[in-house]
T-cell receptor, first 110, second 110 residues
Framework: ETGVTQSPTHLIKTRGQQVTLRCSSQSGHNTVSWYQQALGQGPQFIFQ???????GRGNFPPRFSGLQFPNYSSELNVNALELDDSALYLC?????????FGQGTRLTVV | RKEVEQDPGPFNVPEGATVAFNCTYS??????FFWYRQDCRKEPKLLMSVYSSGNEDGRFTAQLNRASQYISLLIRDSKLSDSATYLCVEENTGFQKLVFGTGTRLLVSP
C-alpha cells in the first residue's frame, strides 16, 4: 500500500469533546498534510507541516490544530467538536511530487 | 465560485465505452494539476499528473487547457474496475497543498 497509516480507523465522539487523530508518514517523507472530506465532497486542505513547523493552513478555525514529530509522524487535534466535524480525515505524506494518502479516520460526532 | 468545479455525475457507461470528464479551475496562477481516483470509502490515489502537452497512460489521457482553464480526462475501453470517483486536483498555493473538486462518479456496467 501507500506506507501511510492512520489511527484510529473509526471514531465516535460527542459534541463538545476533543479528539486526536494520528498519522504515520511514509519513511523519509518530511511533509505531511491533513484533509477533511465530508460525505459527497472532495477533500479540503486543513494544514500542512514541514519539518515540524506549520507550513500553510486552509480555511479551518483555530480549534483544528496539529503537530509533527521528529520522526515526521503527525497528529490532528480538534477541540470543541461540532456535528459538522463528522467526516473522513485524511493525511498525506510527500517528499517529491506525489502525495501518498493514508486510509483515513472516519469521525462521527453525535 | 468553487476553485475547482466538476460535474458530480454519475456517469453510467457500458464496458468498452469511451468516457470523458472535464473540470474547470478558477486560479489562473495554478501550476500543477492531477487526477486522483477514489474508490468507495477508500483514500484517494494518484491516477496521473496533467501537463499542457497532454499525457497518456494506457487507456487514460489527460489534457490541460490553460487558456480556458479546464482539465480533461479521457478513459478509453472502460472496464468494470474503472468504476470509482475521479477527483480533479490543482496545486495552487504551494507544494502539495492540494485543492480538490467534488469528484465525478463513474459507473461501468457489464
Amino acid at each position: 500500500e501507500t506506507g501511510v497509516t492512520q489511527s484510529p480507523t473509526h471514531l465516535i465522539k460527542t459534541r463538545g469533546q476533543q479528539v486526536t487523530l494520528r498519522c504515520s508518514s511514509q519513511s523519509g517523507h518530511n511533509t505531511v498534510s491533513w484533509y477533511q472530506q465530508a460525505l459527497g465532497q472532495g477533500p479540503q486542505f486543513i494544514f500542512q507541516y514541514y519539518r515540524e513547523e506549520e507550513n500553510g493552513r486552509g480555511n479551518f478555525p483555530p480549534r483544528f490544530s496539529g503537530l509533527q514529530f521528529p520522526n515526521y509522524s503527525s497528529e490532528l487535534n480538534v477541540n470543541a467538536l461540532e456535528l459538522d466535524d463528522s467526516a473522513l480525515y485524511l493525511c498525506a505524506s510527500s517528499l517529491d511530487r506525489e502525495a501518498f494518502f493514508g486510509q483515513g479516520t472516519r469521525l462521527t460526532v453525535v | 465560485r468553487k476553485e475547482v468545479e466538476q460535474d458530480p455525475g454519475p456517469f453510467n457507461v457500458p464496458e468498452g465505452a469511451t468516457v470523458a470528464f472535464n473540470c474547470t479551475y478558477s486560479n489562473s496562477a495554478s501550476q500543477s494539476f492531477f487526477w486522483y481516483r477514489q474508490d468507495c470509502r477508500k483514500e484517494p490515489k494518484l491516477l496521473m499528473s496533467v501537463y499542457s502537452s497532454g499525457n497518456e497512460d494506457g487507456r487514460f489521457t489527460a489534457q490541460l487547457n490553460r487558456a480556458s482553464q479546464y482539465i480533461s480526462l479521457l478513459i478509453r475501453d472502460s472496464k468494470l474496475s474503472d468504476s470509482a470517483t475521479y477527483l480533479c486536483v490543482e496545486e495552487n498555493t504551494g507544494f502539495q497543498k492540494l485543492v480538490f473538486g467534488t469528484g465525478t462518479r463513474l459507473l461501468v456496467s457489464p
